[in-house]
T-cell receptor, first 112, second 110 residues
C-alpha cells in the first residue's frame, strides 16, 4: 500500500450503468488528482482538487463527474460511459506544488 | 505545452547489466519525476529532481536543466526491475499539472 487507496480495483459496467470510483488518502496531502491511462498513451490528467476546490478540469466529458467532500477523499462518478472510456483510472495526491506525488494502484475499468 | 520524449520505448537486458533510460522535454520546468509502473498498474514515485543527481539503492537519476534532459540509471539490473518507467515534468508556476512521457518498458531476463 502506498498510502493512497483506490476501490474497486476492477470494474466492468454497461453503457447505461452508474458507478463511482473511490480514492482515499491519509497522508495529510492537500491536493488530489484523477488520471486516465489508456492503452499505449501517456497518462492524462482529468481533474485536480486543491484544498477540496477543483482547480483543473482538462476538458473532460460531463459523463465523468468528480466529487471531493474533504481533503482525504475523492470520488469519480461515472454515468452513460462509452467503450472508449475503458482504461486504468489512477488517483494521486501531493502535499503541494513542490511535493512529490503518491499514486494509488488504480481501477481497471471496462465498459461493455 | 511541454513535450516529453522518452527513449528507448522498449528495452530488454540481461540480469546484471547497467541500464540507462533517457527523457527530454521542450520547455523549462520546476521539477522532473521518475515513476515506476508494474504490470498490475500501480505507480511508485522513484525520484523528484530539480537539479543535479539523486541516488537510491541501485537507482540513480540525473538532470541537466540547460539541456532539458534527464537520465535514469539502474546498476546491476535484476528481473524484479522489470516494469514501465515513466518520466513526468512539473511546469510549476502555480500549475498542478504533470506532463508525462509514454514510458519505457524494461524487461530484465535472468
Amino acid at each position: 500500500e502506498t498510502g493512497v487507496t483506490q476501490t474497486p480495483r476492477h470494474l466492468v459496467m454497461g453503457m447505461t450503468n452508474k458507478k463511482s470510483l473511490k480514492c482515499e488518502q491519509h497522508l495529510g496531502h492537500n491536493a488530489m488528482y484523477w488520471y486516465k491511462q489508456s492503452a499505449k498513451k501517456p497518462l492524462e490528467l482529468m481533474f485536480v482538487y486543491n484544498f477540496k476546490e477543483q482547480t483543473e478540469n482538462n476538458s473532460v466529458p460531463s459523463r465523468f463527474s468528480p466529487e471531493c467532500p474533504n481533503s482525504s477523499h475523492l470520488f469519480l462518478h461515472l454515468h452513460t460511459l462509452q467503450p472508449e472510456d475503458s482504461a486504468l483510472y489512477l488517483c494521486a495526491s501531493s502535499q503541494a506544488i513542490e511535493g512529490g506525488y503518491t499514486f494509488g494502484s488504480g481501477t481497471r475499468l471496462t465498459v461493455v | 505545452k511541454n513535450e516529453v520524449e522518452q527513449s528507448p520505448q522498449n528495452l530488454t537486458a540481461q540480469e546484471g547489466e547497467f541500464i540507462t533510460i533517457n527523457c527530454s522535454y521542450s520547455v523549462g520546468i520546476s521539477a522532473l519525476h521518475w515513476l515506476q509502473q508494474h504490470p498490475g498498474g500501480g505507480i511508485v514515485s522513484l525520484f523528484m529532481l530539480s537539479s543535479g543527481k539523486k541516488k537510491h539503492g541501485r537507482l540513480i537519476a540525473t538532470i541537466n536543466i540547460q539541456e532539458k534532459h534527464s537520465s535514469l540509471h539502474i546498476t546491476a539490473s535484476h528481473p524484479r526491475d522489470s516494469a514501465v518507467y515513466i518520466c513526468a515534468v512539473d511546469g510549476g508556476a502555480g500549475s498542478y499539472q504533470l506532463t508525462f512521457g509514454k514510458g519505457t518498458k524494461l524487461s530484465v531476463i535472468p
